[in-house]
């Protein structure tokens, strides 16, 4: 079942640690069918270099376990409030990649500082809140995906396929999950350059509002001309 | 003797250069078979590529050397003494891994700033304080472990599977060698994303105390659920 | 057509992401054949690491495509440009590489601090200013190097063969393609080294003006001695 | 002639970019065989990649070519000045590793932080002054050798195996080629901590002379502990 779909998010998971986007086990991607609303997730704590297509476990929108020997990621239940809240979307990673991490930790969202952010993340990369104790007890991947959806009120989540939450780490989506895993590179990448751009210019101003625009749209705009036809 | 030890101890010995925990020569890794209390022990100044079986070292906990036609490590001493008064612990690692050194150099705990953090240390790194001269003089290695210890007072060592020694570096352990070479992993990979999140926000705030809790408990409380049944 | 310039292109491509200078797709390496006024350019959006002989594209100093069946890169006009008013140079790089695009983000020229530096860029790597609403409405690519043009008068382009565009990224060349992607990696690695001195010290003193043009002509001037007879 | 020096000297400059010492060609390695008064250096811009044992040039003590058909290093009178005042030493490295640069483009010695940085270097890496114009004019590479001769007055040069030349880069040396590429891979590890250790903590103290002294006789004084009988 849905071999395609296992594939590519074993790819994908894979490449989590090629890209260097996680140590040890601490990321993990999903991809869903839409038409079936079938997810396929990694497996918790099973190391990349393991990651088999028979390893990869299918869950329902109501993160109910239909396929599979192995737990899911711990996570899945805030991927499957993802998938529910935001039906744009078709694949969701979350890393622990260190640059993204930072600000993260630093309770700092990710300005927009330059053309590598603006052609993937249409402004800065927002923070959702640190959850309650309450929340905490009750149920913390769920209101993790509580907080990211309180902070997404009023933002399209394919203009922005990313979230940072407080004292954690990010999670990333895309149309799909080969595009999420993009998505997470390029969002790793422009915490790196952020990061070391305010280490030479505290008071980096924002990339202009024209220029924003103009990067994001020449890659995902309507008349978009970057890549093939058919990419 | 002790094959599989030795296989797990080497692996983990190899895995310190394959992580970029030390270069050259500067970390080694023991794992100790507590039921007849023999340490399996990396020898001295032999590099990672290098290390073959028959090249490891077991020693008693006395320090006396048991197999072996090589030198064990200049710290065996210090893993001795930890094994001796850490009982629940089976593999130790020390490194030279930059970021840990940093912390370690500037005479400052890690603090818990993160879940990345919390899910392998229960609070800030702790750090052993500096040995004086009468201590370097008369046993150094083996007042590596005396300080340690002295900071441990009151700390569990399996919450706590790490310690900064101050002007030094890192002594990491946890129930098996190849335990003990993640949480080095994780410590490296802590002290990195703490560097960059300071850089950031030079006040940032810590973990809250029940988000500190939850993720440490999801990987190593009573009901933990990360992972898989029999990891 | 043009097999070798194509081979030559190709590799430089490919060393883009070897060496670390951008991720994803979002660099591009050109060459020309001044003889024919033909440019080989990679096509745009496709992985370095799928990229064949037959995909390179082939365009005129009109920026019409002359062979190949796919688009060029979105940045090709930039390089039509560039060739048009720099007759010495015969090859040019596009990147993101992270330091370079953090001094572009920061608004700041790389300083010249020392001979790494002078050996291959005779003083500051200038800043190219931001562009207006207008020239982006315009013609993004195109005036993008209007104003790389704009900000090198008065410049010899083999003496400086790279500038940072404002909240953007570099633009490098040389007299090949080969030569233009090791003027990349200096100019990376080069940014990086800043970086780190303006960290030790933020007052750093420029190299003196005898030493800087002492490692220029070692490696550049009349009577080069650095290499061999025919490089 | 000269053949098991010429394999370590060649194995030497395979491990500068292994070890990512250098980008490009930037660095060279020597070796000395004493009895002879003979020099194996790298050739002057050779990529580290295609380097042969062929490659190799056999240079004396007058910096005159013995053997080979390529041009030495251009740095090799500075390699036989060096030998020339060190008589203990049988091996040179010349880098550009980014950190070690960033501390000698600061004109800031390397302060001794802990015990990685005692291990190999007794004390601060010594920073050698900017060349006069004079200097510079009348013989570039070998009064480069004149100011780190200068700087050395009164030390040890295997107490203290590396110097820092102002806005420049390092010069590492050791008993043998081989050795003295691992103190070139120590420098940098060291000068990346410190880098770290001062963001942490500009005030960050000085490793104690007592600490300082231990670590460094334990692996280079009289009793030495570290390492194998035979190394």
Redesign the interface.
């Known amino acids: 079942m849905l071999e395609s779909l296992k594939e590519e998010v074993l790819a994908a998971n894979v490449d989590i640690e090629r890209?260097e986007l996680a140590?040890?086990t601490?990321g993990n991607v999903s991809g869903i069918d839409r038409e079936r609303g079938l997810i396929v997730i990694k497996?918790?704590?099973?190391p990349y270099s393991k990651l088999k297509i028979a390893d990869m476990v299918v869950i329902d929108l109501e993160n109910r376990k239909v396929e599979g020997a192995?737990?899911p990621s711990?996570d899945a239940i805030t991927h499957v409030l993802l998938y529910r809240a935001f039906p744009q979307i078709g694949g969701i990673v979350h890393t622990?990649s260190?640059?993204a991490?930072?600000?993260?930790?630093?309770?700092?969202e990710i300005p927009c500082?330059?053309?590598?952010h603006a052609?993937h993340f249409l402004g800065p990369i927002p923070l959702a809140r640190?959850?309650t104790?309450e929340e905490?007890?009750e149920d913390?991947e769920g209101n993790t995906a509580k907080v990211i959806l309180e902070r997404f009120a009023g933002l399209d989540p394919l203009d922005m396929p990313a979230v940072l939450v407080a004292?954690?780490?990010p999670f990333i989506w895309g149309r799909s999950a080969r595009e999420a895993l993009?998505n997470a590179?390029?969002l790793e990448?422009v915490a790196?350059?952020?990061?070391?751009?305010?280490?030479?210019?505290p008071a980096?101003?924002l990339?202009?509002e024209?220029?924003l625009k103009?990067h994001h749209d020449?890659k995902h705009g309507p008349g978009a001309?970057?890549?093939?036809?058919s990419?």
């Open positions: 890209q140590k040890l601490w497996p918790s704590g099973v192995l737990r711990v622990h260190p640059c991490v930072a600000f993260s930790q630093a309770l700092r500082l330059g053309s590598t052609d640190v959850l104790p905490i007890r913390y004292h954690h780490a993009k590179v390029a990448s790196d350059m952020a990061l070391k751009t305010l280490a030479l210019n980096a101003p990339i202009p024209h220029m103009e020449r001309r970057y890549g093939q036809e990419p």
